[in-house]
C-alpha cells in the first residue's frame, strides 16, 4: 500500500519559490500523481498532475507559467517547484496517487498524504 508524505512547505514572501517533495513508500510507477491545494473556507482543487511516464502533465490556470510538477520514479518521489508565488497560494498542499487514471477531481485518488501547509506573504 502507498504512503505519502510531503515535504518542503512553509512561509514565503510574496515573488518567492518553494519546492514541494513527495515521498512515497510503495510503488507508484504506473500511478498518475497530483498536488492538490484547499485554503481555508475553499474546496480542495487540483493544481498539477503528472501521467506515471511524466510525458503528460496538466496544470490549473492559476498556475500555468509558475508552477511546474515533475517525478523521479526511480526514487518514488515527486515534486511541485512553486515561483513567482502570490498570497492566492496560500493554501494546505496535499500530494496524490492514483491506481488508474487520474484526472482534477480528488475522487480520482487512492492515496493521499497528510497536507503541507504553505503561506505566501504579501
Known amino acids: 500500500q502507498v504512503q505519502l508524505v510531503e515535504s518542503g512547505g512553509g512561509l514565503v514572501q510574496a515573488g518567492g519559490s518553494l519546492r514541494l517533495s513527495c515521498a512515497a513508500s510503495?510503488?507508484?510507477?504506473?500511478?498518475?500523481m497530483g498536488w492538490f491545494r484547499q485554503a481555508p473556507g475553499k474546496e480542495r482543487e487540483s493544481v498539477a498532475t503528472i501521467s506515471w511516464g511524466g510525458g503528460g502533465t496538466r496544470y490549473a490556470d492559476s498556475v500555468k507559467g509558475r508552477f511546474t510538477i515533475s517525478r523521479d520514479n526511480a526514487r518514488n518521489m515527486a515534486y511541485l517547484q512553486m515561483n513567482s508565488l502570490k498570497p492566492d497560494d496560500t493554501a494546505v498542499y496535499y500530494c496524490?496517487?492514483?491506481?488508474?487514471?487520474?484526472?482534477?477531481?480528488?475522487?480520482?485518488?487512492?492515496?493521499w498524504g497528510q497536507g503541507i501547509q504553505v503561506t505566501v506573504s504579501s
Open positions: 496524490a496517487a492514483a491506481r488508474l487514471k487520474g484526472g482534477t477531481q480528488k475522487t480520482d485518488y487512492d492515496y
Open positions: 510503495g510503488r507508484t510507477f504506473f500511478y498518475t
